[in-house]
């Protein structure tokens, strides 16, 4: 929106042409989301707070979680608001990859509020059924997907790369609306796994975000893609912004979901950033390394998994509690090192997936 204001400036002052560069657009949409959080984030915890907006602890889960209850939930909505006027402001709005990231963004994050919603009704850690929610969820996936699709300009953008190989892709035709559908669907899923500790998941939705902003600056450049030999996608480039704000947004949250929080994101914060990554990777060409990047959300859902099938097939349990970060709880690690050491695992899985830009 800016973008707009300073193109007509320009022409009565060259010194304006400076906001037509990414860099500095990305890092003043992580600026401007990290003050909008700031702004905004005590304001609306204490409104939590008044009207009792506050965290459903489940029964089963370690006994040091019970301090957690009445923490104020639903915090997801500031740092929802903080990604998207930092977006808007910066980005180019012509751009139909930013308009498809905001409104994925969006319709995942009313689906968790209206399942955050439901828990806060019947004051248990109960909200939308399982079914109901994965009905929308697949829903606007596969409405994404097949908007992705169809309003594709080049085969680049619906074939898959493989990462380590320079001239591996593969051309995925129609089954490019299922592989999309997968990754934003499930890793939309992954991260309200993950979310179950103080800061255990926004921290790593930041590392990611900011790594996918790396490869969509490339990808959106023609030297850079050319000699990385990645594809290149002219609209990508201007994703660095939207990642920017996340990141922005992401560590002006953070200040208040640090242990011990003071506010939890909810499944409205949760649903819609894992929805986000999840497109983010799709359109700069990078759904495997987003697996990589993103191992920490893998893990947790595989054991996730991995219990129900056990306990389905043998009546036994494989973990002491799933997700992932709850079987080190319950086996004696303190909520702190459980989260720092996830997050050290993260910032090794972006490094490995940074390699994979040379490496090949």
């Excluded at 180019?92 to 509020?113: C, E, H, I, Q, S």
């Excluded at 594709?152 to 892709?169: C, D, H, R, T």
Aim: proline share 3%.
């Amino acid at each position: 929106m800016l973008l707009e204001l300073f193109e007509y400036l320009e022409s009565l002052h060259s010194g304006f042409n400076v906001f037509q560069y990414l860099t500095l657009r990305s890092i003043l949409a992580v600026l401007t989301a990290l003050i909008i959080c700031f702004v905004t984030g005590p304001v609306m915890i204490r409104k939590l707070s008044d009207y009792k907006v506050s965290q459903n602890v489940r029964d089963d889960g370690p006994q040091t979680h019970h301090a957690k209850a009445g923490t104020p939930t639903m915090g997801g909505v500031f740092l929802l608001l903080a990604i998207f006027l930092s977006a808007i402001l910066w980005s180019d709005m012509a751009n139909r990859y930013v308009w498809f990231v905001l409104a994925t963004t969006f319709l995942f994050g009313l689906v968790g509020a209206v399942d955050d919603i439901k828990k806060l009704l019947s004051g248990t850690s109960k909200g939308l059924t399982a079914k109901s929610k994965y009905f929308w969820q697949s829903l606007i996936g596969i409405g994404v997907a097949l908007l992705l699709f169809y309003t594709a300009e080049s085969s680049v953008e619906y074939s898959l790369y493989v990462p380590f190989f320079k001239n591996v892709i593969i051309p995925l035709g129609a089954w490019f609306v299922v592989l999309t559908y997968i990754v934003i669907v499930g890793t939309s899923n992954a991260v309200n796994l993950t979310d179950g500790l103080d800061g255990l998941a926004i921290m790593p939705v930041v590392l990611v975000a900011g790594t996918l902003g790396i490869f969509a600056y490339l990808s959106g450049n023609l030297n850079f893609s050319s000699y990385l030999a990645i594809p290149y996608l002219p609209l990508a480039g201007e994703l660095v912004v939207f990642c920017g704000a996340i990141v922005g947004a992401g560590l002006g949250f953070l200040w208040y979901n640090a242990y011990p929080a003071q506010v939890f994101m909810g499944d409205v914060g949760a649903l819609s950033l894992g929805a986000a990554l999840g497109l983010l990777a799709v359109l700069v060409r990078q759904e495997i390394v987003l697996m990589i990047m993103g191992g920490l959300f893998v893990v947790e859902t595989v054991s996730v998994m991995i219990q129900i099938v056990s306990f389905k097939l043998t009546g036994k349990r494989v973990f002491q509690m799933a997700p992932l970060h709850h079987h080190f709880e319950m086996g004696g690690s303190p909520e702190p090192r459980v989260i720092v050491r996830c997050w050290i695992i993260t910032v090794v899985l972006v490094l490995i997936s940074l390699a994979t830009l040379k490496i090949r």
